[in-house]
């Protein structure tokens, strides 16, 4: 097992070379800079203690937005306008529910202070967007994410209310689709997103496509 260990040198190593778990790097920093490389290749940071770890897994969980399923109970809660959905409205609050919110079978999160700091930074510098369900005033549910190009990176969502999160997720994913994004990016299995339509792919075929839909 080899495990590459990242300095202050903006690089990565091919992707090709990560473990098969996904694992690819250890180190390095959460730089704006570093960041969007890490996007742009494929790759996507991990806390593991006080390591910052990289991955990139082989099959890729992804969605097209043509893909996505709504069902007849989530249609029905579209109509009746069960939430108001945001985009952008409140990113800094977005996060923070992300980071302690409970999920079954995790201790603790991996969005750490320092990563929190770093993705506000990337939301200021325009990268970095949040969608959001709201009920009576109240942020109930949401997700964030990056956008790249005609790629959408999702990186975690949260629920306080029943289909919040699903509401904005299918909301955003609408709004994405017609502003031209053609993938968005799941990075590892989840049922819930399964069942929203995403689906595996090799990792040779999400990589060759961000380097399509993402402009140099």
Excluded at 58 to 83: C, G, I, N, T, Y
């Amino acid at each position: 097992m080899s495990i590459f260990i990242l300095n202050n040198e903006l690089l990565f190593p091919p992707v090709q070379l990560a473990e098969p778990d996904g694992l690819l790097a250890v180190g390095g920093d959460l730089s704006t800079e570093r960041l969007l490389l890490a996007y742009r290749q494929g790759i996507f940071p991990w806390y593991e203690g006080q390591h910052i770890l990289w991955w990139c897994p082989d099959p890729r969980f992804v969605l097209f937005p043509e893909e996505l399923k709504e069902s007849k109970s989530m249609r029905q809660l579209f109509k009746k306008k069960a939430f108001d959905f945001r985009i952008d409205y409140a990113f800094a609050e977005v996060i923070a529910n992300c980071k302690t919110i409970s999920r079954r079978g995790q201790e603790s999160t991996w969005i750490t202070d320092e990563v929190k700091s770093a993705y506000i930074r990337l939301h200021e510098a325009g990268y970095a967007h949040s969608a959001e369900a709201w009920l009576d005033g109240e942020l109930v549910g949401g997700l964030y994410g990056i956008r790249m190009g005609k790629v959408f990176f999702g990186e975690s969502m949260f629920s306080k209310a029943s289909n919040a999160s699903k509401y904005a997720f299918i909301q955003f994913v609408n709004r994405l689709k017609e502003d031209g994004v053609t993938l968005i990016d799941c990075q590892v299995y989840t049922e819930h997103l399964e069942s929203l339509g995403a689906r595996m792919i090799p990792r040779s075929d999400f990589t060759s496509m961000l380097e399509r839909l993402i402009s140099k």
